[in-house]
């Protein structure tokens, strides 16, 4: 549980002011008297003459007591001097004795506020801005990982075509000289086979030459005594074939190596990663003009705001087509109203309570529904696990897919824009506002889950995501590199959180469906106090929202009123 001080009693459901029995909100506090202190006993410790030069301020601007030690000289005296001479803490005891005699002397609390607050700034620096750097380089060298291993199998899938390219050469070129080979060996055969016909046809003049020689050699032809004389043709003459040679190509592994690509790292210098400087971290984006000016009076607002001694109701809206419960609100630019109910119906509404549009979707007791920084609405659509957009002038387009994880919450970022998801499948998922996924929070450093079902979701002004989750009876609030901050849950036994929402000073709100209130945490998940209960009229709240002109809009349970109250002064 996160707790501002250790004077927070269990159960409480504010900060008690320390005055006697008085029992109502200690918003202020004492730094002199060291106890914190509502506003009527404020105003009547400082009527006093012993009081008036004390310093009270806001509780959470408070000075921490300096701890009680005891004096190592005189064991019943407290710490609470220190000697600037001899660099030592002192009693008062010790300050009256004759060592420390003429030198100078500070007080002790003076100097523990300081240095805790000196602590307290480091230790904020580790927090907002050490730690989310050094995750975002850490990130940054995932995103090279991913690259670079992007790039070497593109180049591999190069070689490869490259070497397939060549081989494909090589192949036509011996198939064309096989061919070749082939021609030759053709012209060749049919060479010889000329020959051999020559050879057949002289044969066969022989066979009928060597017939009539024994015809005229036998004794009873009478032609042998003939004047003729038979005579023989020559043999006729032919050619032995030249055969081809094959000569080698001269080549060796170098060769084929100069046809191919070559892979070498470029002679550059390497890019330094960019460490975002510590002043800057609080813009991180590049604004525009109209933008800085907002940002202008956002800032300007903060240092004239503060927390209201009370919260004041401003107006109620009746909301048609709403069945039964107001479970989540959303405000567009235009002051517009969002509301959904556990039966799906998600309608809009203008500022007199008159009904703009009804959509009928998936959604149930869920922030599933969130207005954009264009004056449009994202929603989620948990069956078809679809997120939908709706343009200011009513168009309904797909824009995520979320594969296999349940959308259930979702949040678009007055930051830069970015879409937060919460997924039953006990992760958030960061999206751009294209809706490409850039991030995925899923556990601790430790590596336990960090969500089990994170079913309404936000983000503070420094970039913290604040999600309800309603399985974990716990606020689980990281930073924008999804490195665990905090949990908060709650401040008796039983807690479950439903809407939560931000506002401009860093404050969280959540609604406990258990004791049927809204919680006011500081950024770091330090309990101030109950802001809504059925004091307030409010009865089971289960959806809250705050606009740009700081009005917080409350949905609750059994009831399809919207009710609006200012808390900020």
Not at 44 to 53: A, D, L, Q, T, Y
Not at 179 to 189: G, V
Not at 339 to 358: A, C, E
Not at 543 to 560: A, F, I, K
Request: proline letters at 4%; glycine letters at 6%.
């Amino acid at each position: 549980m996160a707790t501002t001080s250790d004077e927070q009693a269990a159960g409480q459901h504010f900060l008690v002011c320390g005055i006697q029995d008085c029992q109502r909100n200690g918003q202020f506090y004492c730094n002199d008297c060291h106890q914190p202190m509502c506003e009527q006993c404020k105003d009547e410790h400082r009527k006093s003459p012993n009081n008036k030069n004390h310093d009270i301020v806001l509780y959470r601007q408070r000075k921490h007591q300096l701890p009680i030690e005891k004096c190592k000289l005189h064991p019943t005296k407290n710490v609470d001097i220190f000697c600037r001479e001899c660099k030592t803490p002192l009693c008062l005891k010790c300050f009256l004795g004759k060592d420390h005699k003429g030198h100078e002397f500070d007080d002790l609390e003076e100097i523990y506020a300081e240095k805790y607050a000196l602590w307290l700034g480091e230790f904020s620096k580790i927090q907002k801005y050490f730690l989310p750097t050094s995750e975002d380089l850490k990130t940054d060298i995932k995103e090279d990982v991913t690259e670079i291993k992007k790039i070497m199998e593109s180049i591999r899938t190069s070689m490869k075509a490259e070497a397939e390219s060549l081989k494909n050469l090589v192949d036509e070129v011996t198939s064309e000289k096989i061919e070749h080979s082939h021609t030759m060996e053709k012209s060749l055969l049919q060479m010889l086979k000329s020959q051999e016909a020559t050879y057949d046809d002289y044969i066969t003049y022989l066979g009928e030459m060597s017939a009539k020689f024994q015809k005229y050699l036998s004794t009873s032809n009478q032609k042998l005594l003939s004047s003729e004389i038979l005579k023989l043709k020559t043999i006729p003459e032919t050619s032995k074939p030249v055969p081809p040679v094959f000569t080698p190509g001269q080549f060796n592994r170098d060769d084929v190596a100069k046809l191919l690509g070559r892979l070498n790292v470029p002679n550059t210098e390497p890019e330094k990663r960019k460490i975002q400087p510590m002043e800057a971290v609080s813009t991180p984006m590049k604004y525009t003009e109209k933008q800085m000016e907002q940002s202008k009076e956002k800032s300007d607002m903060k240092q004239t705001l503060s927390l209201s001694s009370s919260v004041t109701k401003v107006r109620e809206y009746r909301v048609p087509g709403v069945i039964y419960y107001a479970c989540h609100v959303s405000v567009d630019k235009s002051g517009r109203l969002w509301i959904s109910d556990n039966k799906g119906n998600l309608v809009q509404t203008d500022l007199q309570g008159n009904l703009l549009q009804k959509i009928q979707t998936s959604g149930i007791s869920e922030g599933y529904h969130t207005a954009t920084q264009d004056g449009g609405l994202i929603y989620t659509d948990r069956n078809k696990k679809v997120i939908y957009r709706i343009t200011p002038d009513r168009k309904i387009t797909e824009l995520i897919k979320t594969g296999d994880s349940t959308p259930v919450s979702i949040h678009s970022s007055c930051i830069n824009g970015d879409i937060l998801v919460g997924m039953r499948g006990a992760k958030v998922t960061r999206y751009n506002r294209e809706g490409k996924e850039i991030q995925n929070i899923q556990r601790h450093n430790q590596g336990q889950e960090l969500y089990d079902y994170p079913h309404y979701i936000t983000e503070n002004i420094n970039g913290d995501i604040c999600t309800s989750d309603y399985h974990k009876h716990a606020v689980v609030v990281v930073n924008k590199s999804g490195q665990h901050r905090f949990s908060y849950s709650g401040q008796r036994s039983e807690f479950c959180p439903y809407g939560i929402c931000t506002d401009v000073l860093g404050h969280i709100l959540v609604c406990d469906n258990v004791s049927e209130t809204v919680h006011l945490l500081d950024q770091d998940g330090g309990f101030l106090s109950v802001i809504l209960s059925e004091q307030q009229g409010i009865k089971l709240p289960l959806g809250v929202c705050v606009d740009d002109e700081n009005n917080l809009y409350v949905g609750q349970y059994s009831t399809n009123t919207v009710t609006v109250y200012k808390y900020l002064e």
